[in-house]
């Protein structure tokens, strides 16, 4: 760590003391007892990684204009050229010429495959191992993570989710407190997390002790422990604001040459957030990235997308390696499925929906870098080799944070599920 | 027949139910009284002294005291927060607590039952029940707006519960053909036969068989068989309808010949998803296949089996026009069906008293070999009475719960302990619960907006919008025009509209609240009401009913609970952090105590001394005056005026008693 987290410590419970006293509110034992905490955890392996940033190109990443080119082959390729990485031997689509340079570090999931073929139900899949269901939401993968690993740092939420639609990364069965919190704009910071500029801190004092004594009065009528859970949150909540953790969620306290190199995207502004998130350890940080739905002139619309991944994640590569947080943090470059190795000339050039193969990508956390597992055929059309499901993706996540991947959690209606279904991590892409 | 105790009841509906289901559902309407039995007094009391003496017997056998009863304060804002899902307003509550009339509690039941309030809350409660949304499919294309606003029209004619089932399963037509919104139902899993299936037997039926669509169940007695012969009563009908002007249509935004100006592409997609593609037809053929995969013990993959019910009562298949939907809708909605009454006489049982007699209230197991004791049932006797009375009224549900709200019972004090829904209990007293997310909401905006009720949102509205365009059409009547037009017709509707949009661009929408199109609805209390009287109030301040079903991901209702309507009954009450930042950070400060033209500042205002106002907050805001405690703890801030008042606004929103329902 690049801090010293017993300072850290010492200096928080500090600041909740003082919280707490003048606000007269009793420290309620820590929210979230179905949540594991980091404590309760020891993971299945050494080195495992802590904490994930899962980058999700919403939509369907076209795998032959990025991960999965095909030099020798220009009638799937388009117009979309090919570029040399920093891997002998490994090539890249030119749209990704910053991300080529980091190759080393990085697992090109090239034999990915799914049944799903529209994006809900691909999405669903990807993020939680299950077929989408009318009967049951199944936990997003974050949400087992946090059930299963548990918070790192228990101040700050431990599985946030930014830019993405917030159903995606809802706790399912697991219930809120394994959600995902969100946040909209990576720099708008966490929601309702500071005080109203139209509240004094005179005022909020008394506020709150006015109402701490209406509740002690409340209590002489009844208790109960929902009750007393739901008045330990107003403890959490003022622990979030007065913590120092809360500046992790604040993107301008980082220097303007740092927010620079990450570019100005809102996609690339969330792979910065989540790496001061990782820094404040949080678990699990999922960033969407949309836009990648390319039926219509696909040779424009992937290189624009490319553009702010391109500079967001090699950023980020770099950003994390210099911190010496690679090595702890698994980076993933996820998709609902690929597109179609034919050209839809009809539609100035797009690209149709494709689960038979597409590519995934992993970084860090263990894993060892500069090579691909999986691959297609000469077309991009087909799997010839490691055939990957997004359930073995997650398996492999899993196996990568030193996680269970065949405990068994049952849900509230009595049906037992596992953090990747029948996936089988890839073991053999770790060190 | 009340006297039985319930495994009689049960075993007497079993053997009776083949001959009953044979019954014509005009039969069934002839054979219901004319008058309501819950209109006249005497029925009533009778009734409501009937639960009351099983609930006695019960506290007598579990030695255990009942509660002193609430005083009216407490009794007053439960009830508004059970019958219409808000607190109530400053004139209400005072209206009520200053009545010295002996039967202002009955009478209070009866207009609250009566009102717009009730219409909403309870709408709210059957689309979380079926799952409704303002979009149906997973794409979200197709509009949920008919399929909503029968559920609404359903639930203001209180149409009674069995009759509303049986339309849900039934019914075919055009998602926006006049008196068909209920295709929805199916419509809402398209391409997931399996899954409704599953949900209708939770839903109804109390039976958990989605376990045994892909194996024998592994802890109850369902095969997997069972749920094929089940899913076979509604396999072979079809959602949608893929014919040539529809395949012609989808071809103009999807495929070779596609539109290449992106308005047009527009309109024929949703010419094609809400119009052409979009109802359901055919009866069910009461038959269907095995999987390939089919592993269970009875059947063969790929072989054919008829319709058959999980309890017995009903089958059908294998011949020319037989009408399995029908069969299966009147098997499971008569009133001797073994479990469709006691199904619902539980759900609105939890509605009105916090706990089911038996939790949960959509799984009820009988004893079997797995599961020696079955479902645990809090007051059996008193079940089965409920059942009774639930027939008697011919299931309106409105009836029904006018009856418990008319109880002892329900009118008992608060439990000062924690109530484990899971065990048996003996209604000794109220069970403290959070508000649900719509009734925070809507507690709020109660505070904010004056006659919050009669606000009409757009999230009804049948004005066809295609992708935010306003067409300046009704849906409804777009179906009628188009429903047999041949492809030219539709390609001429198309050029037309096109045009229309094209010279309409830079109109602004009218604004959210009040449409025009709604009041046109015929909906007379609305259009009595001026909507001048909402100038400049909070737009997005309506109830929960008036939003879009669920409301997006990001909306206060949905931190709080609010289900997405995904899964059946799928909100929730439980606290988290992010709620809490709201309270104290966001909504509470921003759009209650922040918007100064909010009416429960005119309550304060109206008020003369700094003790009064403290009081008009306390009733605003807690429904009751304050203790003498509590007035002196105030009175500091009262008299700083409106900064100190706003300090004891937002403490009285922030208190446990705001949010806990007692």
Redesign the interface.
């Known amino acids: 760590m690049p801090f010293h987290r017993a300072d850290e410590f010492t200096r928080r419970e500090l600041m909740i003391k003082m919280a707490q006293s003048a606000f007269g509110i009793t420290l309620a034992p820590m929210i979230g007892s179905s949540v594991a905490t980091a404590a309760d955890f020891a993971p299945s392996r050494p080195r495992a990684a802590k904490s994930v940033i899962f980058l999700m190109m919403s939509g369907g990443m076209s795998h032959l204009d990025t991960w999965d080119v095909k030099p020798e082959n220009d009638k799937v390729m388009g117009d979309t050229k090919v570029i040399d990485t920093s891997v002998p031997g490994i090539k890249l689509s030119a749209n990704l010429p910053k991300t080529a340079l980091q190759m080393q570090h990085l697992v090109l999931m090239n034999g990915m495959s799914t049944n799903q073929g529209a994006h809900e139900q691909g999405q669903y899949l990807m993020q939680r191992s299950y077929d989408m269901r009318g009967t049951i939401v199944h936990p997003a993968l974050g949400s087992w993570v946090m059930r299963l690993a548990g918070k790192r740092n228990s101040n700050i939420p431990g599985f946030v989710s930014v830019s993405g639609d917030p159903n995606l990364v809802n706790g399912g069965y697991m219930g809120a407190k394994c959600a995902g919190v969100p946040i909209g704009d990576p720099n708008a910071g966490l929601q309702d997390s500071t005080l109203p500029s139209s509240i004094s801190e005179a005022d909020f004092t008394k506020r709150l002790s006015l109402a701490d004594s209406l509740n002690k009065q409340f209590h002489t009528v009844v208790n109960s422990p929902a009750i007393r859970d739901h008045e330990g949150l107003y403890s959490d909540a003022l622990r979030i604001m007065r913590c120092e953790d809360l500046k992790a969620f604040d993107l301008s306290k980082e220097p303007t040459e740092v927010k620079d190199t990450y570019g100005p995207s809102r996609f690339a502004q969330g792979c910065l957030l989540a790496r001061r998130l990782v820094e404040h350890g949080v678990r699990f940080i999922q960033v969407t990235h949309g836009g990648w739905d390319t039926h219509y002139d696909n040779f424009t619309a992937v290189p624009a997308r490319c553009k702010d991944l391109d500079d967001g994640l090699s950023a980020l590569l770099r950003d994390l390696n210099r911190r010496g947080l690679l090595q702890e943090t698994l980076v993933v470059v996820a998709t609902e499925f690929g597109r179609t190795p034919e050209i839809v000339a009809e539609h100035q050039d797009g690209r149709d929906h494709y689960p038979k193969a597409f590519s995934c990508v992993l970084g860090g956390g263990g894993v060892l870098g500069g090579q691909t597992y999986g691959k297609t055929d000469p077309t991009g059309g087909k799997v010839i080799e490691n055939l990957t499901t997004p359930q073995d993706l997650n398996a492999t996540i899993a196996h990568a944070l030193g996680l269970p991947v065949d405990q068994v959690i049952i849900s509230p209606s009595g049906r037992p599920f596992t953090i990747a279904d029948k996936g089988k991590p890839v073991t053999t892409l770790f060190a | 027949m009340h006297r039985l105790t319930l495994s009689l009841l049960l075993r007497a509906a079993c053997c009776a139910a083949t001959s009953l289901a044979l019954l014509s559902p005009a039969a069934a309407q002839l054979s219901r009284k004319e008058s309501n039995p819950a209109n006249d007094p005497a029925w009533l009391k009778k009734t409501a002294l009937e639960i009351d003496k099983r609930l006695g017997a019960a506290f007598q056998k579990q030695s255990v005291r009942p509660l002193p009863p609430a005083d009216d304060s407490r009794w007053m804002r439960r009830l508004y927060l059970d019958a219409i899902g808000r607190i109530p307003t400053y004139a209400e509550a005072k209206a009520f607590l200053d009545s010295s009339a002996p039967d202002k509690r009955e009478k209070l039941v009866d207009e609250l039952l009566a009102s717009e309030g009730y219409v909403g809350h309870m709408y709210n409660y059957l689309c979380d029940l079926l ?1 409704a949304t303002s979009s149906l499919g ?2 979200g294309t197709r509009s949920g707006i008919p399929y909503l606003r029968w559920i609404r029209e359903s639930v203001a004619q209180n149409k009674p519960y069995d009759k509303l089932t049986y339309e849900l399963i039934t019914t075919s037509g055009g998602g926006w053909e006049p008196g068909k919104g209920a295709v929805g139902y199916f419509e809402r ?1 398209r391409g ?1 036969p399996l ?2 299936m ?2 209708t037997t ?1 839903i109804f039926l109390g039976t ?1 068989i ?2 045994a669509q892909c194996h024998d169940h592994p ?1 109850d007695k369902w095969k997997q068989l069972d749920f094929y012969e089940m899913s076979a009563f509604t396999h072979g009908l079809k959602t949608g309808n893929r014919d040539a002007r529809s395949q012609y249509a989808n071809e103009k935004y999807n495929g ?3 539109e290449t100006d992106p308005a047009r592409r527009d309109l024929f997609r949703w010419l094609n998803e809400n119009i052409l593609d979009f109802g359901v037809s055919g009866t069910g053929t009461g038959q269907i296949t095995l999987p390939k995969d089919f592993k269970g013990k009875g059947g063969k993959p790929d072989e054919v089996v008829k319709a058959r019910s999980v309890f017995p009562g009903a089958s059908s298949g294998r011949r020319e026009n037989d009408d399995a939907r029908a069969k299966f809708a009147k098997w499971m909605t008569a009133s001797d069906n073994p479990r469709f009454t006691l199904l619902i006489a539980n759900r609105m049982w939890k509605k009105v008293m916090g706990i089911g007699l038996f939790e949960p209230v959509d799984k009820y197991v009988e004893p079997n070999k797995e599961n020696p004791t079955g479902t645990l049932v809090s007051n059996p006797e008193l079940l089965a009475y409920l059942q009774g009375v639930m027939r008697e009224l011919n299931y309106d549900l409105k009836a029904f719960q006018k009856v418990l709200f008319n109880t002892r019972g329900y009118a008992l004090g ?6 484990d829904p899971r065990l048996p209990y003996a209604f000794q007293g109220r069970a ?3 508000m649900s997310a719509e009734q925070v909401w809507d507690s709020m905006a109660t505070l904010v907006v004056p006659d919050l009720d009669y606000r009409k949102g757009r999230a009804l509205d049948p004005t066809a919008r295609v992708y935010g365009k306003n067409l300046g059409q009704n849906a409804y009547d777009i179906w009628k025009e188009l429903e047999h037009a041949d492809i030219k017709t539709l390609s001429a509707w198309v050029d037309r509209i096109a045009r229309e949009i094209s010279s309409a661009k830079g109109q602004k929408e009218a604004p959210a609240a009040m449409s025009s199109s709604m009041m046109a609805e015929g909906d007379t209390k609305t259009a009595s009401l001026d909507p001048a009287k909402w100038a400049g109030y909070n737009q997005a301040l309506l109830r929960a009913a008036e939003l879009p079903s669920p409301t997006p ?2 909306h206060f209702l ?1 931190k709080f ?1 609010q289900s ?1 309507r ?2 059946i009954e ?1 909100g ?1 009450s ?9 309270l ?3 909504h509470v ?2 759009t209650i105590i ?1 918007d100064s033209k909010a009416v429960v500042y005119q309550a304060i205002d109206g008020a003369a001394t700094p003790e009064e106002k403290v009081a008009a907050a306390f009733l605003c805001i807690l429904s009751r005056p304050p ?1 003498p ?2 007035l002196d ?2 009175l500091p ?1 009262a008299k700083k005026g409106r ?1 100190g008042l ?3 606004l ?3 929103l ?4 705001f ?2 329902i ?1």
């Open positions: 799952r997973t794409d899993d997931m899954d409704n599953a949900n939770r958990h989605e376990c802890y070779k010949t596609a608060t439990n000062p302990n924690a109530v403290v619960r959070r991901p990001d949905r609970g997405s995904e899964v799928g929730s439980d606290s988290d952090v992010t709620q809490v930042l709201s104290i950070n966001g400060e921003k922040g203790t405690a509590e703890l105030m801030e900064d706003k300090n004891i937002y403490a009285l922030n208190s446990n008693e949010i806990f007692l």
